[in-house]
């Protein structure tokens, strides 16, 4: 169960340096927002979060956006996919030292959680204001996260290569598949492994049979949020 803080209540509790207070006052002049304490990978962590993502994609659909990631609402939500990826990761071995890099972060819930389970993390997202929150969040991490702008169709990224790749409901839309699969062709290292969750959508079928004629080894398998909704399905994607 996640507690509200008042923004007052917060400031006092959770003192920010200079740099964080201006990045807090940025998000405020953008979107509505709250903050909270919500369990992450066993921690009590604090969350701050936007109150309403549904007026964000009417505000996107009303102001004729031009249908981009960058302009993309759909980041301001935490989506079940997060929280089953985060408790898949939970069930692993430890993570500590292992390089970790997930693709469209939104708000950072997944990479959160392997950053507190020891990993190193670089967390993406083609939506500067996703990443905005994002590195709010993550500012107690410190350099366990590196928050980065990322365009999967950009071959010129110099992130580097990684033996974990995360991405919680990236799979959802099917003219997506051959920008993703080149980009994670490009950033995973030799023997690593891709892990993404989606919440057992008929698209997921379609990515599970998509990846393997790309020529990815995929299986299956699944957590139960005990929510009486369907298990998160996490895809695991190896190359030969």
Not at 57 to 70: H, K, T
Request: with cysteine.
């Amino acid at each position: 169960m996640a507690a509200t803080i008042g923004s007052k209540d917060f400031s006092e509790t959770y003192s920010l340096s200079p740099c964080y207070a201006k990045l807090l006052q940025r998000l405020e002049r953008h979107v509505t927002i709250e903050h909270l304490v919500i369990e992450i990978a066993g921690r009590k962590y604090p969350w701050t979060r936007v109150v309403d993502p549904d007026r964000l994609l009417e505000q996107a659909l009303m102001s004729g956006i031009d249908g981009s990631v960058e302009h993309d609402p759909f980041w301001a939500a935490t989506w079940r996919a997060a929280i089953g990826l985060e408790k898949f990761l939970q069930k692993r071995n430890d993570l500590s030292g292992t390089k970790v890099l997930e693709l469209g972060g939104g708000s950072g819930r997944a990479g959160i959680a392997a950053a507190i389970l020891g990993a190193d993390v670089t967390i993406t997202d083609a939506s500067r204001m996703a990443l905005m929150i994002c590195r709010f969040n993550a500012r107690s991490l410190g350099r366990k996260i590196c928050v980065r702008l990322l365009d999967w169709a950009d071959p010129n990224n110099f992130l580097g290569r990684f033996p974990i790749i995360l991405g919680s409901d990236i799979v959802y839309n099917p003219s997506l598949y051959p920008i993703l699969e080149p980009c994670l062709r490009r950033r995973l290292a030799d023997g690593g492994v891709v892990w993404l969750s989606e919440p057992q959508r008929h698209t997921g079928d379609r990515f599970e049979k998509w990846i393997r004629t790309a020529g990815w080894s995929c299986e299956s398998s699944f957590m139960d949020l005990e929510d009486d909704e369907r298990p998160i399905r996490i895809f695991e994607c190896r190359l030969p």
